[in-house]
């Protein structure tokens, strides 16, 4: 005998619950809020956005606009300072001198303006202009934005040409900040200030500071050499190992040693 079909009841909702159709209404409803908030925000700032907007694209075409200037300029500003040590090499200071004429400008970097003054300096002095050289070496170490290590450069090239114009004090008061073991210039400074203690009469200091320069090893060997020959003479002793000393020095300490041996026996 056939049943009589049935269906299965639907569950109940719970009291409280949004059925399906109002669930779909709240989301129409809920976008149609959130576009009008849209449209009202827009409405009310969107030129404000809109020139926000403007503003960052220009600022950053901008900036590359620039970024590319810069890069262009100092590669321009890098040919000619190799050019100009191109000419000095072959001993045209004055074309060398003309090619980095343009980089004295306020446009040109420091460094790139101090190196163009320092090459300039050169040319100069190869002429004979000590006074021009002098002014270039000064502008330079005066130079707020150049970098530090070209400023105390400049000032030990201007004391040296200048060094038997100027007063003991004056020399050693200009560069002593520099005549410090450990100082890119130590060598260079140090001994001006050791010849300016000298000639004020101050042997003790002028030797001490020549057996400093001797004993650093990271100076010029012929700097070490004079340095050393001085503080001999001052009385101060600035060798550290003879041995090493005589063999730098090409003196064979062979022999030497056998003849003390024997005599010893």
């Known amino acids: ?19 399906h159709e109002d669930e779909v209404l709240i989301r129409e409803i809920d976008e149609a809020v959130r576009e009008d908030a849209v449209y009202t925000f827009m409405r009310d ?47 045209d200071f004055k074309t060398a001198a003309d090619k980095v004429a343009p980089l004295l400008a306020d446009g040109s970097s420091p460094g790139a303006r101090s190196a163009a003054r320092f090459i300039q300096a050169g040319a100069a002095l190869e002429e004979g202009n000590t006074d021009k050289a002098t002014g270039l070496y000064k ?28 007063k003991p004090a004056d020399v050693i008061a200009q560069l002593a900040p520099l005549a410090k073991p450990g100082n890119a210039y130590f060598g260079s400074a140090g001994e001006l200030v050791a010849m300016a203690h000298l000639e004020s009469g101050n042997r003790a200091e002028a030797g001490k500071l020549f057996a400093e320069i001797a004993k650093d090893e990271d100076q010029p060997e012929t700097l070490r050499s004079r ?8 009385g101060v002793d600035a060798v550290v190992d003879v041995d090493k000393l005589m063999k730098d020095q090409g003196i064979d300490t062979s022999a030497a040693d056998s003849d003390s041996a024997a005599a010893a026996e």
């Open 1 to 19: 005998m056939a049943r009589t079909p049935t269906t299965t009841p639907a569950p109940a909702q719970a009291p409280g619950t949004p059925s």
């Open 139 to 166: 502008e330079i170490a005066a130079d707020a934005d150049a970098p530090p290590a070209l400023r105390d450069l400049a000032r030990v090239r201007d004391i040296s040409i200048n060094f038997d114009r100027m």
């Open 45 to 91: 700032h969107g030129m404000k956005v809109l020139g926000v907007i403007t503003l960052g694209v220009a600022a950053l075409g901008g900036w590359l606009v620039w970024d590319h200037y810069a890069e262009t300029n100092l590669e321009q500003q890098s040919e000619a300072l190799i050019s100009a040590l191109d000419y000095a090499d072959q001993r």
């Open 227 to 234: 340095a050393r020959q001085m503080a001999g003479l001052m």
